[in-house]
């Protein structure tokens, strides 16, 4: 608690308070102050009144069974996700307005309208149901940010199979990992992806992943060509612009799923090494992002509105593909770093396709504002109207560099706490509505019930303690793919009828929450959440390595930074090769993101007489802070000497 005190000595000295702009709320699409009170009396009442902006092909029965920990919403109801995202908007007035505008890193750009993406999802879906594709199976998809990747989830969705994206940054041992959870039958990847002008061999990682898998057939979409060295396995690999052009060019009828059957699969990490394949719905989870859409976004017919996540996330399944597409958005889509070619590459953006809703991570603001506002000055960016975060507590400070540089000291700005579980946003401001406090997610949103609860499940009004959500709302996970045990224990095992999330949170005098960290063993790395767990996996499975210990350590730009405590096995040395070795190992087991910033080899790690790591002081140590209380320990030196080593590394 510690850290946790420290940053919020920092936050509540934060007393800014920016009122929304009355002419932004006369516009807003949520300006009722009474929404609130309405919607918490009744949230059934309020979802149902959401629920009528998708087209259902059967209306409900019923908005909601909950038998703790299992809910399930707009009961009987039966509608197509991909029907909601693209068919309905080409039946009317959308039908020839940008649904999605890409742009590539090198610069190429392709602008689908909403009949064109139409027509490619459909061949897609004609596609995927020649290879075999049924209702029901998982399809996973390892691709970078091209049009193929929210083609292929929308005609997952139009035919009923359920995707399972891995993200292109994972390593093959974590594809490998998640195809043989889901069970996949097809995989969807590419001859290899560009990253800052360089090659990135997805497919080669591909191949070492399916080595005895459950996947039966591999579409390969040719992004490099020749170049990239791509293997193709006879039987087994197929292009997909060569069985696309095969494919029907007739309409494909959307499948009338349940409202209940599962739309997708999105692995996330937890406390222990296994991630979890978290369940979505279709109904509710349709319900749920579109309505956040509206009122979060306050999303107008010409918005452009681009969201700077990977597709390989929740955010961009939900920001760049289901919400705004349902809404009938025209979406940006950029498959590229921010600094390539130059640092101004976002700001061009915004600028070329006049950019109004603008969504990205504190951790970027915070990389922006290390390189100077000069990059922003340069560009014309007064097409902004509202600027959001999400993925990490932003710092206030971040929060106003934002505010005055990118939104010009006018735009409102919405920092929306949630996670892969709640399908979309849960705590954000409502801008026409809510005033916001640099550094706050502000308040719950109409229908979603959340709460600050001490342990023993006491609200704590003016204080720290659990964030809980207490009533379920649409787009929240079912289950754990294959596991309801762990979805019960994790989320519904301290409290039965509550929602855990796994957040520490701060309640302040206005009712506003502040969200502290997680109060498990998950570090958040640049918005990235990993399980300590998995990364001391990775570690113990080199030879050398004994026993390993991870934590997430305060780092200025990617929020925490991943340092990982060894002890080598006798007879190993530590050594720059040793550590560069260690680091490899984790990229291999997991990806990049998880890669250690710093090891420190050890004799002995600090345990509590039950056998406990002491993550808490190991954390102090890295964060350099006075230590707390060490009495619990077996064996109270090996602290002073972990600290001997920690200042050594850094001499
Ligand atoms: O700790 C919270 C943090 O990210 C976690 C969820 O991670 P993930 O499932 O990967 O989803 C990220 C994007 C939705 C949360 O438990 N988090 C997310 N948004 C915020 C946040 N912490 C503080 N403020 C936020 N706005």
């Known amino acids: 608690m510690v850290n946790e005190a420290k940053q919020l000595d920092t936050l509540l000295k934060e007393n800014r308070v920016f009122h929304p702009d009355p002419a932004f709320t006369k516009q807003a699409n949520f300006n009722d102050p009474d929404i609130y009170e309405r919607a918490a009396k009744d949230p059934e009442g309020y979802w149902a009144e959401q629920a009528k902006h998708i087209t259902w092909f059967k209306p409900y029965d019923k908005v909601l069974e909950w038998n703790p920990p299992h809910a399930k919403w707009f009961l009987g109801g039966k509608l197509n996700a991909a029907y909601n995202c693209v068919d309905r908007h080409r039946q009317g007035p959308r039908k020839n307005k940008a649904a999605i505008i890409w742009e590539s890193e090198n610069g190429d750009s392709k602008v689908f309208t909403y009949e064109m993406l139409g027509r490619e999802v459909d061949k897609a879906a004609h596609m995927l149901k020649n290879l075999g594709v049924k209702k029901g199976d998982r399809v996973a998809v390892y691709l970078p940010m091209v049009p193929e990747l929210p083609i292929a989830l929308l005609a997952c969705a139009k035919i009923g199979a359920i995707h399972t994206v891995v993200f292109a940054g994972f390593s093959s041992k974590a594809l490998r990992d998640r195809i043989d959870d889901s069970d996949a039958k097809l995989l969807i990847t590419a001859d290899a992806g560009w990253r800052r002008g360089s090659q990135v061999p997805l497919k080669a990682y591909a191949d070492e992943a399916l080595e005895g898998s459950s996947v039966e057939k591999v579409l390969v979409v040719r992004i490099v060509g020749e170049a990239s060295g791509a293997k193709m396995v006879a039987g087994r690999d197929l292009y997909w612009h060569e069985e696309i052009e095969k494919a029907s060019k007739e309409p494909f009828p959307a499948e009338e799923m349940d409202a209940e059957d599962i739309l997708y699969l999105l692995y996330t990490s937890g406390t222990t090494g296994k991630p979890k394949g978290i369940v979505h719905t279709t109904g509710g989870y349709m319900v749920g992002v579109?309505?956040?859409?509206?009122?979060?976004?306050?999303?107008?017919?010409?918005?452009?509105?681009?969201?700077?996540?990977?597709?390989?996330?929740?955010?961009?399944?939900?920001?760049?593909?289901?919400?705004?597409?349902?809404?009938?958005?025209?979406?940006?889509?950029?498959?590229?770093?921010?600094?390539?070619?130059?640092?101004?590459r976002f700001w061009k953006i915004v600028e070329k396709y006049g950019v109004t809703i603008f969504y990205t991570a504190p951790t970027l603001i915070r990389t922006f504002m290390k390189w100077g506002p000069s990059y922003i000055e340069k560009h014309d960016l007064s097409s902004l109207r509202l600027l959001a975060t999400v993925g990490e507590p932003i710092n206030p400070e971040a929060w106003m560099w934002f505010h005055k540089y990118v939104g010009r000291e006018k735009t409102p700005i919405v920092d929306t706490w949630w996670q892969t579980e709640t399908g979309c946003a849960m705590i954000a401001p409502l801008p026409g509505l809510t005033p916001t406090k640099p550094g706050s997610a502000t308040k719950p949103l109409p229908g979603i019930l959340v709460d600050v609860v001490d342990d023993d499940g006491r609200t704590v009004e003016n204080g720290g303690g659990n964030l809980v959500i207490k009533h379920p709302w649409p787009?929240?996970?079912?289950?754990?793919?294959?596991?309801?045990?762990?979805?019960?224990?994790?989320?519904?095992?301290?409290?039965?009828?509550?929602?855990?999330?796994?957040?520490?949170?701060?309640?302040?005098?206005?009712?506003?929450?502040?969200?502290?960290?997680?109060?498990?063993?998950?570090?958040?790395?640049?918005?990235?959440?990993?399980?300590?767990?998995?990364?001391?996996?990775?570690?113990?499975?080199?030879?050398?390595?004994?026993?390993?210990?991870?934590?997430?350590?305060?780092?200025?730009?990617?929020?925490?930074?991943?340092?990982?405590?060894?002890?080598?096995?006798?007879?190993?040395?530590?050594?720059?090769?040793?550590?560069?070795?260690?680091?490899?190992?984790?990229?291999?087991q997991i990806g990049k993101l998880a890669r250690p910033e710093e090891i420190i080899y050890t004799a002995e790690l600090p345990k509590t007489r039950s056998g406990k790591i002491m993550r808490r002081l190991l954390r102090d140590i890295a964060e350099g802070r006075v230590l707390g209380d060490t009495t619990t320990l077996t064996d109270p030196p090996v602290i002073e000497e972990l600290k001997r080593l920690y200042q050594d590394k850094e001499d």
């Open 475 to 588: 787009s929240m996970l079912r289950t754990i793919w294959g596991d309801d045990e762990r979805f019960r224990n994790t989320y519904f095992g301290k409290f039965p009828e509550w929602y855990l999330p796994g957040d520490a949170a701060h309640r302040d005098e206005d009712g506003y929450i502040w969200i502290l960290g997680r109060i498990d063993d998950v570090i958040n790395v640049s918005g990235h959440r990993i399980g300590t767990m998995e990364v001391e996996s990775a570690l113990v499975s080199h030879p050398s390595v004994a026993e390993a210990a991870v934590i997430g350590r305060s780092d200025d730009v990617k929020g925490q930074a991943i340092t990982a405590f060894v002890i080598l096995k006798e007879g190993n040395e530590p050594s720059a090769a040793m550590t560069a070795e260690l680091k490899e190992t984790v990229v291999e």
């Open 290 to 344: 579109n309505t956040s859409l509206r009122s979060v976004f306050d999303l107008k017919e010409e918005d452009i509105f681009w969201c700077t996540a990977d597709i390989g996330w929740v955010t961009g399944h939900t920001y760049l593909v289901y919400g705004p597409l349902s809404a009938g958005a025209t979406v940006v889509i950029y498959e590229g770093a921010p600094d390539y070619p130059e640092r101004d």
